[in-house]
């Protein structure tokens, strides 16, 4: 397997939020003690329900947030001990809406050349080289490259991100929902591009989505969160052909189908939504968890390993415990529903 390109150590980030002129702030916990690495030139994927702190995980990646507590290393350096020029050189962002992350008064050209510019150290004739290069890579005219923001659609926007954000060839790309707001049709050709900058390029990518079925098709290796924590983590193929987490089942399900009759699935979750400010003790998913059994409300699940070579925290994952003891066939019987 290649070195890692990017380390992340037990990342948490904890917000403070006001619940009035008089009450005490309360603690939101964002991100709790995440920890992963990806290989170099490969796609990890991030799914989960929208506010399992996704997009903070991003922003602490990306260096827009400051952590709680954690490390990120990009090629063994501590993005934290970085000044933001050289941390720009490593990792770029993808984001969402291309319009909202465009300046609407710069043309492309220029958009595309500002993290250039902000390096201070690329002549004038290297740099319009070099947008010029990145422009014809990723899919747009030099006459597209004069027009603004404006007058571009929703797919060239998005390849004007692209092209921007790979313009000082970096190590890592973060994705974060970057075809959610295209057109199916358009999310296809933008996806294909991704994959075909990552073979060319060398990239890694950190792709970021609640959109099952992209994820599938892009991700070498998937990462499921609730509450903050990755819950389970696997290769791409063994997760969505046996996940291993409660959670990442009822995802799975609750992905729409164009059979007709079929209506909108009942995935059994109920109507508890998770709440990052309260997050229960023990398992964190088993209010919602049509399997929990004794130990699940009491006792936080380790990680256990899955097929695949990845991991799940449940304990219906854990071995039988010994005969006699309370709860000792629990985890069977639950598995055998």
């Not at 256990?304 to 069977?332: I, K, R, V, Y």
């Amino acid at each position: 397997m290649a070195a890692p390109a990017i380390e992340v150590h037990g990342l948490r980030r904890v917000f403070r939020v006001r619940q009035g002129f008089f009450a005490p702030p309360r603690e939101v916990v964002a991100v709790d003690d995440v920890s992963f690495s990806i290989p170099a030139g490969s796609v990890l994927g991030v799914v989960g329900e929208s506010g399992c702190g996704k997009s903070t995980l991003a922003r602490l990646i990306l260096g827009l947030l400051p952590p709680s507590a954690g490390d990120v290393l990009v090629d063994g350096k501590r993005l934290a001990d970085l000044d933001r020029r050289a941390r720009a050189r490593l990792i770029q962002p993808v984001f969402q809406d291309p319009f909202a992350s465009l300046n609407p008064r710069r043309r492309v050209r220029d958009i595309v050349a500002m993290p250039l510019a902000a390096q201070g150290d690329v002549p004038g004739p290297e740099a319009a080289r070099r947008v010029g290069e990145m422009l014809e890579r990723v899919g747009l005219s030099a006459e597209q490259g004069e027009r603004f923001p404006a007058q571009l659609s929703g797919g060239q926007r998005q390849r004007v991100a692209i092209a921007r954000a790979l313009v000082l060839r970096p190590r890592i790309v973060v994705c974060d929902e970057p075809t959610s707001a295209l057109d199916v049709s358009v999310q296809a050709q933008i996806l294909n591009l991704l994959a075909e900058l990552r073979r060319e390029l060398g990239l890694t990518y950190l792709f970021i989505s609640h959109n099952l079925a992209v994820v599938e098709h892009v991700a070498s290796e998937v990462a499921v969160m609730y509450l903050g924590r990755i819950v389970e983590r696997n290769q791409s193929e063994a997760l969505f052909r046996a996940p291993g987490h409660p959670y990442t089942r009822a995802l799975l399900a609750s992905v729409l189908t164009p059979e007709p009759g079929l209506g909108v699935p009942d995935v059994g979750l109920g109507d508890v939504m998770p709440d990052p400010a309260n997050i229960p003790p023990g398992c964190r998913f088993h209010p919602r968890c049509p399997q929990a059994f004794g130990r699940c409300p009491q006792e936080a699940p380790r990680a256990w390993p899955t097929p695949g070579g990845g991991f799940a925290e449940c304990h219906l994952l854990e071995e039988p415990a010994p005969a006699g003891t309370a709860d000792a066939e629990a985890p069977q019987r639950q598995l055998a529903r």
